[in-house]
């Protein structure tokens, strides 16, 4: 199993490997690339990211956006996020449909050893899911392993360390479900 196979089945594995070191030079390009387009040519803009994250249907987002490979970030149909959008993503990040991500929100599937000398050589991580219907505050942490159900707020400034049920209004540090939506038929 080589460093990339690792890393995708959220094992350790060594970021330092060469073909890891290439494939997140090549998303930190095109992230460049669309982070300096001309914000009138919103189509071209878009177009950079299409060549890097599997796009459903009809996805905006505003620059600047970062990520660490791109290849594991799947966005749903009329996906909208706000500036500073960080998505790192060394293990799957899937995103449903008719979702809204504020302002410098971050989504991280990365995270390393407690163990400071296994910190030193290896990282792993574990996917995200995050459901249709959602929106998510701006300045959110959304941590490894992380899985919000369809139709859940989560608040500004909150850090999703936990899994939040459907149909949850959840805030805080560590984001607690404070409230349960009713289904809209």
């Not at 090549?26 to 990211?49: G, W």
């Not at 449903?96 to 990365?110: F, R």
């Not at 000398?117 to 249709?132: C, F, K, L, P, S």
């Not at 899994?163 to 809209?184: F, H, W």
Request: hydrophobic fraction near 40%; aromatic fraction near 6%; glycine fraction near 8%.
């Amino acid at each position: 199993m080589n460093e990339k196979d690792k890393m995708l089945a959220g094992l350790a594995y060594n970021a330092a490997d060469k073909q890891l070191i290439v494939d997140r030079m090549h998303a930190k390009s095109i992230c460049h690339r669309f982070n300096q387009a001309e914000p009138t040519v919103e189509n071209a803009q878009m177009a950079l990211l299409e060549t890097l994250l599997i796009i459903k249907d009809r996805a905006h987002i505003e620059p600047n956006f970062f990520c660490d490979y791109g290849y594991n970030i799947e966005l749903g149909s009329h996906f909208y996020s706000n500036h500073n959008l960080t998505i790192l993503d060394v293990c799957k990040v899937t995103i449903g449909d008719n979702v809204l991500i504020g302002p410098h929100v971050m989504i991280s599937t990365a995270t390393h050893p407690l163990d400071p000398i296994a910190r030193q050589h290896t990282e792993y991580g574990a996917n995200i899911i995050i459901g249709n219907n959602v929106w998510i505050g701006g300045n959110a942490s959304i941590l490894p392993g992380v899985t919000i159900g369809d139709n859940c707020v989560i608040g500004a400034g909150s850090v999703v360390t936990a899994d939040i049920p459907a149909n949850s209004v959840a805030v805080g540090n560590p984001c607690r479900v404070t409230k349960t939506l009713e289904r809209q038929s």
